[in-house]
């Protein structure tokens, strides 16, 4: 039996991600800022009010959540407001940064002292983060916020792979959630499945790189 952390995991992507995880016999650690009956429906151990773009309620969790080795880390939880040339609102890019960039950093760098030897972190970004990607432009605030956290993802893999621990870079493919306002050409259930194989499958040797959950490898 693994035991697995996943933030953001109170509805979409993160919720079929602990759904999948405990149904397969591991523990998971299901963190939120406000829980759902969904997840409260699981056999999972709920962490509300953690918000991963504040320093305290990362460390908070990272108190609460104890000492017991963690295998995999699945950083889930981002924001999406879509800003174009003509309409940039600053507070909204900078929220976007705080989440979905320094967001993973910090549960990272928090829980790093319990990640097991051989254990796997994920980072879920996507694929507009790619700057060879890009082909339409718009999107300010994710697409920045998304190419910082490809970065994050490959420091820490330089820097925790003496320790074993290797990191991936994983794109869940356009899903249909909450966030994209029910578009997208997979289901949360299709999307989980495939990013649970990447890190199953996925080893040290491949740490730092950037995946899509159906098993294509991206570009930067």
Known sequence: MSRAVVTGANRGIGLELARQLVARGDTVAATCRASSAELNALDVDVFENVDVGDQQSVADFAHRLGDEPIDMLINNA????????????????????????????RVISALIPC?????KIGILTSRVGSMADNSSGGM??????KVGANMVGVNLAH?????????FLLHPGYVRTGMTRGQGFTG???????????MDTLTLADTGTFW???GDSLPW
Do not use: C
């Not at 990640?115 to 254990?119: F, I, R, V």
């Not at 300010?140 to 916020?145: A, D």
């Not at 949360?188 to 990447?198: N, S």
């Open 78 to 105: 981002g924001i999406l407001t879509s800003e174009e040339l003509d309409s940039l609102d600053w507070d909204r890019l900078r929220r976007q940064f705080e989440v979905n960039t320094l967001g993973p950093l």
């Open 115 to 119: 990640m097991a030897e051989s254990g």
């Open 140 to 145: 300010y605030g994710y697409r920045i916020s």
């Open 159 to 167: 820097d925790l792979k003496a320790r074993g621990i290797a990191v």
């Open 188 to 198: 949360p259930d299709e999307a989980a499945r495939g990013l649970i194989e990447r």
């Open 212 to 214: 899509h959950a159906n």
